[in-house]
């Protein structure tokens, strides 16, 4: 087992560093082509269906629901069409409304969640066409798709979903960028931009593994015993904060809160003390004004949080020089485009819950009450 690890400590630690790897394998094929255009006949939805749909429904769990979350915003902005994202363990109980002009997506590393296949059921049932993205060739949710983006992340061995993860919002940025081409609502011209942006993507990954890794360690020896944390982001930054806490939950066995930034003062603020670690996505897009006044906004929650004595870690964008001056700790990210900083930003997060599990001496790669893939509802 321990050649299989490449030398790492952890399978998880392993999978961590196969990001850039697996984000790359994932788009391989799947952007612009020599003649501008993005084709990705493996989802069997013609352009055509794309104009008539009138919504994408979205069913998965875990962090794989967290990435169903963070599509939302992909799909809406890029290609204008409304989404639902819902848990899968949720949605058939309720009699969702689905129609023949819906289209389903479904999100698993595994492809063999018993909630994510249920909630697939009932909208094949209800006459919609369901769309796959799952990490396992020939897995039963494939099986019954029209169509699906396979990610190219390999095997994925430590319960606590990464590469996974990040391969997953590559294959939804794929998966947006053709449904945008389809639905004009970009220009050949912007995506090809993007797709160029997007290839560029895995190095600016490598960076961010190399230089959070050792700020990662080191928090993690200031705050290893924490008994609760807090994670706050804003608009996609919000599911990032998520599946940060989720992370910590998971193989740490601390008690954790994603919070979206803005709502701090409708309730969590009254949790804030000395002892309380807020982790913030700070990060931002400066080119996109949108993300730079989400992000000033962000910065007075935080101003909120560090005014009652809490201990705030930012996670912020290179260059940005201010935020360090209002909170104790600020872990760096390159620079990128707002809807291609969540699989930047999540490494850090990704690393600070890994190296305080280690501290704390827990099984990182297979954590307690939890299994990699969960097959009864
Ligand atoms: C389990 C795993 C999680 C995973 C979730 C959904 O709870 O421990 O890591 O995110 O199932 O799994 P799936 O295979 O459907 O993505």
């Known amino acids: 087992a321990q050649a299989e690890k490449n030398g790492y400590a952890h399978f998880m630690l392993k999978e961590i560093y196969e990001q850039p790897r697996a984000v790359r394998d994932t788009l391989a094929g799947r952007l612009c082509n020599a003649s501008g255009v993005i084709e990705l006949p493996e989802i069997n939805v013609s352009p055509e269906t794309f104009q008539s749909a009138q919504r994408v429904l979205i069913a998965s769990c875990g962090t794989s629901w967290h990435a169903g979350l963070a599509a939302k915003f992909l799909l809406e902005r890029m290609a204008r069409i409304p989404v639902e994202v819902d848990y899968a363990s949720e949605f058939r109980y309720r009699d969702p409304l689905v129609s023949g002009s819906d289209i389903g ?39 019954k798709a029209v169509g699906t983006i396979t990610t190219n992340a390999g095997p994925e061995i430590g319960v606590a979903s990464t590469k996974a993860f990040t391969a997953q919002l590559a294959a939804l940025l794929a998966f947006s960028l053709y449904a945008a081409q389809s639905r004009g609502t970009m220009t050949p011209e912007e995506i090809q931009a993007l797709s160029q942006d997007l290839l560029k993507l895995p190095a600016l990954m490598e960076t961010a593994l190399r230089s959070c890794q050792p700020v990662c360690e080191s928090l993690a020896e200031i705050f290893a015993n924490a008994s609760d944390f807090l994670f706050l982001g804003r608009g996609i930054h919000y599911p990032i904060a998520l599946e940060g806490a989720l992370k910590l939950k998971e193989i740490s066995y601390v008690h954790a809160e994603g919070y979206p930034a803005g709502e701090m003062k409708h309730g969590p603020n009254a949790l804030v003390d000395e002892t309380l670690p807020v982790v913030c996505v700070a990060t931002k897009d400066i080119h996109d004004p949108t993300s730079v006044l989400k992000y000033e906004k962000t910065l007075s929650n935080i101003q909120e949080v560090t005014a009652r004595g809490g201990r705030v870690i930012a996670i912020a964008v290179e260059g940005d020089n201010e935020i360090a001056k209002l909170v104790e700790h600020t872990i760096y990210v390159p620079q990128a485009r707002e809807v291609l900083l969540p699989l930047i930003e999540v490494i850090p997060l990704q690393l600070l819950a890994y190296h305080i599990a280690v501290k704390r001496g827990c099984d990182v790669d297979q954590p307690r009450n939890l299994a990699k893939s969960v097959t009864v509802e």
């Open 105 to 143: 997506l479904l999100i698993s590393q595994s492809g063999e969640t018993a909630d994510t296949l249920a909630a697939q059921a009932e909208m094949i049932a209800k006459g919609s066409q369901t769309v796959a993205i799952c990490n396992v060739v020939g897995a039963a949710l494939t099986r």
